[in-house]
């Protein structure tokens, strides 16, 4: 019960800020809404918002812990305020800043919902990547991050997706030499990820926008390539 109340009263906290960072975007005054958020990151998160992208997510939700477990509801409110920076970014024409931000928050969330075995918030994890998508370009995403999204979309059911970005990464990752060993890790992966798919259902699949014989072509020339 603690936990629950302490989470939805930061969550409504955090609403509370994001409310007034869009009557300042609606009124097109970025560095006000900017500000807003830098306060709630220093009151709220105990965070200096210089210093996030300055930090590894590692790092990150390391001051986001304590006693050795990460703080979700942190987490979570971080997120938010990311993705709300950024899209104040993307308003004003500041497209690499928002995408910056776009890939801060993903990583982030995507490391901390791994963190979550009982995927207790689940929903409200979803809800959050989602909109940090919006935002990120897979074309300058990190390699780490777009391997927790692969799995990230196997996990909801959106089959097509993670196939995607499987083959998207497996490219990144075969143009340097030195990513080698990382590159076979991901295509053995790969392969496991195809065998599993194998006993999904069929309706479920298709929900996914994936048939069973994708599925059996797509493990066919994972194997071919091995």
């Given at each position: 019960?603690?936990?629950?109340?302490?989470?939805?009263?930061?969550?409504?906290?955090?609403?509370?800020?994001?409310?007034?960072?869009?009557?300042?975007?609606?009124?097109?005054?970025l560095q006000e809404a900017l500000e807003l958020?830098?306060?709630?990151?220093?009151?709220?998160?105990?965070?200096?918002?210089?210093?996030?992208?300055?930090?590894?997510?590692?790092?990150?939700?390391?001051?986001?812990?304590?006693d050795g477990h990460v703080d979700?509801?942190?987490?979570?409110?971080?997120?938010?305020?990311?993705?709300?920076?950024?899209?104040?970014?993307?308003?004003?024409?500041?497209?690499?800043?928002?995408?910056?931000?776009?890939?801060?928050?993903?990583?982030?969330?995507?490391?901390?919902?791994?963190?979550?075995?009982?995927?207790?918030?689940?929903?409200?994890?979803?809800?959050?990547?989602?909109?940090?998508?919006?935002?990120?370009?897979?074309?300058?995403?990190?390699?780490?991050?777009?391997?927790?999204?692969?799995?990230?979309?196997?996990?909801?059911?959106?089959?097509?997706?993670?196939?995607?970005?499987?083959?998207?990464?497996?490219?990144?990752?075969?143009?340097?030499?030195?990513?080698?060993?990382?590159?076979?890790?991901?295509?053995?992966?790969?392969?496991?990820?195809?065998?599993?798919?194998?006993?999904?259902?069929?309706?479920?699949?298709?929900?996914?926008?994936?048939?069973?014989?994708?599925?059996?072509?797509?493990?066919?020339?994972?194997?071919?390539?091995?």
């Open positions: 019960m603690y936990r629950r109340d302490y989470l939805m009263r930061l969550i409504e906290q955090t609403t509370e800020v994001l409310h007034k960072v869009m009557f300042a975007r609606k009124n097109q005054r958020l830098n306060q709630a990151m220093r009151q709220l998160l105990g965070l200096n918002s210089r210093l996030i992208h300055a930090l590894s997510t590692k790092d990150l939700l390391a001051l986001l812990s304590k979700q509801g942190k987490v979570l409110a971080l997120g938010d305020m990311l993705n709300a920076r950024g899209a104040a970014q993307k308003e004003s024409g500041h497209a690499a800043a928002a995408i910056k931000d776009g890939l801060k928050a993903l990583d982030l969330l995507l490391t901390a919902r791994e963190m979550d075995p009982r995927d207790e918030l689940g929903g409200m994890f979803k809800e959050r990547i989602d909109a940090a998508l919006a935002l990120a370009n897979r074309a300058s995403m990190p390699t780490d991050t777009m391997h927790k999204l692969v799995f990230y979309y196997e996990d909801c059911g959106q089959y097509a997706k993670s196939e995607d970005v499987l083959f998207h990464l497996l490219d990144e990752l075969n143009e340097d030499e030195h990513l080698r060993e990382e590159w076979i890790t991901v295509l053995d992966e790969g392969i496991r990820m195809y065998e599993r798919w194998r006993s999904v259902e069929e309706e479920r699949l298709a929900a996914g926008n994936l048939s069973k014989t994708e599925v059996e072509d797509g493990l066919e020339e994972l194997k071919n390539i091995k």
